[in-house]
């Protein structure tokens, strides 16, 4: 990377050419003032707070717009600067409420912090405040016109971050307001609440947090988020006991005073890093979807069926019933009688002594997982490591998206991509079945037959295929053969695996990045879009895909050891069937599921926000999650649930009480994981676990190519390509036993009203 020497206030600097100058500022040690500018963002130069005197130049200049050469000489401080500044604060405030006591801004606010430290004791403007009163732009997001400086931080998040171009400025001037995207100047928009996060006063406010808690109520933990697999890291503020906003902020980019005196003044020491993989990204589930964790409907003490209904007892009584019950199944069919069954959402630790549990205790070989899609055949082919967040963001030069739709399933995945085009002009590439609205920045976009990813596959792998490829996909040989060029010509490539890429095309998908790599030194990355947040780590924890089929409980299955698993919302009404065939079904869960409704004991667990403990993102990153809550009912941690039983089995799992001392066990003993530690994840935020690499050499290409081709013959030639875009609402906004019981999302997508409607018919 090519630098150049700056002059700064004296100081001789040397940064990246064509950085921006506010930014070298930063990292010199020269904060600036700014409101407009936001890192990631283009530049606005709309605030005039960081007007600087460049030498040479005959006018103070904007530092957020100004991009650093050799030689430039800087001030940034001078009385000429300081009375500009003075003057932009005061003409910021002539408009302003001056109503911090009730703003719910007040003590987070730079508009506070430079009123502070750049204003006038006495402002010289006597203008008549607007009095536009404050209203909700949707169920999650309220504007206070009045309030906004219009720095234009919301529109421009809008935009680049998320790609819905859902927010607007209407009128000139002094009557300038932000507006949403639908005639009334509302939102029609996936309201994931990134516009509220940047904002830099009380202008946007998210509905779930006003009025609910002040800085210095509210305690902070950070945390990995429990929906999807991609790993967004993300903030719990806590106040009496009760999550009341989660957000992502990196307040280690603001200026250091401000986020020790004004952010933290009552809360503990803040950050000294921000490394998230997520950057300062998060989607609606990740915002809004995580005050299920105080909801009044959680299970808060053991139940056990008796006479035909479940009734409250003791945790006691329920952990030596099921212990007794466990050992009599065992022993009167066999240990291959018992089911133990996990879910992706679970950390690493509970699912390891899941695991275990299955294996040495009970001894079934049936240890398996709640999960939508087998990956094993793509992770044992894997010939190149995993692709990050990061990696995708900034390294990658050409990208190629075979199916999925990642603003549904994978967020950040697709912020990512956008980020990748916006500030690297990355190419991306789209081979699907049906359009992306929301994916627009797509250099070109393929679209295909329903069905016929496989095809895909054995034109990259077979440049003899592309004819039979190209009419198994509805395109022409031209279309085919440009994919090929472009894939091949790259010299970085990411390649990214959606669900749709099934039998053995899931299995070129894993191969066809180390041929790449091979054939001319590119460096290529592949991610596999799986869809739970810890998918990835429950098989690194040795549950399989392997779930029983519903017609083996009763004549095969006798009993169900299910943890955090609702089988029967997941997989349909023949699970309610069969598990009223089991002789014991014992379910681990936050509510009363329609799965837990059936079991024979139901044993209330903690959920993420009371628990410590790791995830592995479908980057193969493990991270951290911690407690943010005390637990207010009779919960237990899921491991520590099994260890008891465990132990009323006579037998020691050897969890120690403690969640740290079983990751080091998983340090030790899983593949991967070898040299992860809690002190290590506090400190780098995530680790990426080592995958082993199969060798080229290894694989027989004619056999893989030779099944290709035989699933590529089964596609169905009688299948039209989907005109329609992807809808929203098949991952986003699709309800959820966690959602479901979070009222704003009740509330905004009318979950409730459609159960309503739907038991009334």
């Not at 799986?530 to 006798?558: C, H, W, Y």
Request: glycine share 8%; aromatic share 8%.
């Amino acid at each position: 990377m090519e630098t150049v020497k700056v002059i700064i206030n004296g100081k001789a600097v040397e940064a990246p050419k064509g950085k921006l100058l506010l930014e070298v500022c930063f990292d010199a040690g020269f904060p600036i003032p700014n409101f407009c500018y936001y890192q990631n963002l283009p530049p606005q130069a709309a605030c005039r707070m960081c007007l600087v005197r460049i030498e040479k130049m005959g006018r103070l200049q904007t530092a957020c717009t100004v991009r650093v050469s050799e030689g430039m000489i800087v001030t940034t401080e001078s009385e000429e600067i300081r009375q500009v500044r003075k003057a932009m604060v005061d003409f910021i405030l002539a408009n302003h409420p001056l109503d911090c006591p009730v703003c719910d801004k007040g003590g987070e606010c730079e508009l506070q912090w430079m009123a502070m430290n750049y204003g006038d004791l006495l402002a010289r403007f006597d203008e008549q405040k607007d009095a536009t009163g404050e209203y909700p732009l949707s169920p999650f997001i309220w504007l206070d016109p009045q309030r906004c400086i219009l720095c234009y931080r919301c529109i421009r998040v809008c935009d680049e971050w998320v790609g819905n171009h859902a927010l607007g400025v209407r009128g000139r001037g002094a009557h300038s307001v932000i507006v949403g995207n639908r005639p009334d100047g509302t939102l029609e928009c996936e309201n994931c609440g990134n516009c509220v996060e940047v904002c830099p006063v009380g202008a946007l406010t998210s509905a779930n947090f006003r009025f609910r808690a002040r800085p210095w109520d509210i305690r902070d933990t950070v945390t990995t988020c429990t929906y999807c697999s991609d790993g967004c890291q993300l903030r719990l503020s806590v106040r009496d006991g009760r999550v009341v906003r989660a957000w992502a902020k990196d307040l280690t980019k603001m200026d250091a005073e401000f986020a020790n005196k004004v952010l933290f003044s009552f809360r503990t020491a803040p950050e000294t890093r921000h490394n998230w993989i997520n950057e300062e990204f998060l989607c609606v589930k990740g915002r809004y979807g995580n005050e299920f964790v105080n909801s009044p409907d959680r299970l808060t003490v053991p139940l056990v069926r008796r006479h035909g209904r479940l009734e409250p007892t003791t945790w006691e009584e329920a952990l030596r019933y099921v212990a007794q019950r466990l050992l009599e199944i065992k022993r009167a069919y066999g240990p291959e009688s018992i089911a133990c069954i996990g879910s992706p959402r679970l950390t690493n630790e509970d699912l390891y002594v899941l695991a275990k549990f299955g294996r040495q205790v009970v001894e079934t070989p049936v240890v398996t997982q709640a999960m939508d899609f087998d990956w094993r055949p793509f992770f044992r082919r894997l010939t190149v490591p995993l692709l990050t967040q990061p990696m995708l963001r900034e390294e990658m030069r050409t990208i190629l998206l075979i199916g999925g739709n990642p603003p549904e399933y994978n967020p950040l995945t697709a912020y990512s991509l956008r980020a990748a085009v916006h500030r690297h002009r990355a190419q991306l590439f789209i081979v699907g079945a049906r359009p992306l609205s929301r994916m627009r920045i797509a250099t070109r976009f393929f679209h295909i037959r329903p069905g016929s990813e496989a095809a895909v596959l054995l034109a990259l792998l077979d440049e003899g295929e592309v004819e039979r490829a190209a009419e198994a996909m509805l395109l022409t040989r031209e279309e085919v053969e440009a994919l090929r060029r472009l894939v091949w010509a790259s010299d970085r490539l990411a390649v990214l695996i959606s669900r749709e890429v099934t039998g053995a095309a899931l299995e070129a998908a894993a191969v066809l990045g180390g041929i790449l790599a091979a054939e001319g030194g590119r460096q290529v990355r592949v991610l596999p879009l799986l869809r739970f947040n810890n998918s990835l780590g429950a098989l690194d924890m040795g549950l399989t895909a392997d779930l029983p089929a519903p017609e083996q409980v009763g004549p095969q299955i006798k009993a169900l050891y299910l943890m955090g698993c609702d089988l029967v919302r997941f997989y349909g009404d023949a699970w309610r069937e069969a598990l009223a065939r089991a002789e014991l079904v014992v379910a681990h869960e936050l509510f009363l599921t329609r799965t837990a409704e059936m079991a024979h004991v139901v044993l209330p667990a903690m959920s993420f926000a009371e628990l410590d403990g790791t995830f592995t993102n479908n980057a193969g990153q493990v991270q951290r999650i911690r407690r943010a809550l005390s637990a207010t009912g009779d919960w237990r941690p899921d491991w520590m649930i099994i260890d008891q039983i465990a132990a009323k089995m006579g037998v020691d799992l050897g969890c120690r009480r403690s969640v740290a001392h079983i990751f080091r066990e998983i340090a030790e003993t899983i593949p991967g994981y070898q040299g992860i530690t809690y002190a290590r994840l506090d400190e780098e935020g995530a680790i990426q676990t080592e995958r082993p690499l199969v060798p080229l050499t290894a694989i027989d290409r004619g056999k893989l190519l030779e099944r290709l081709r035989a699933q590529v013959a089964a596609i169905d030639r009688t299948a039209e390509r989907h005109r329609e875009p992807a809808p929203l609402g098949e991952g986003l906004f699709e309800p959820g036993t966690l959602t479901e019981h979070v009222p704003l999302l009740r509330q905004a997508f009318g979950w409730g009203e459609r159960e309503r409607v739907e038991a009334s018919r």
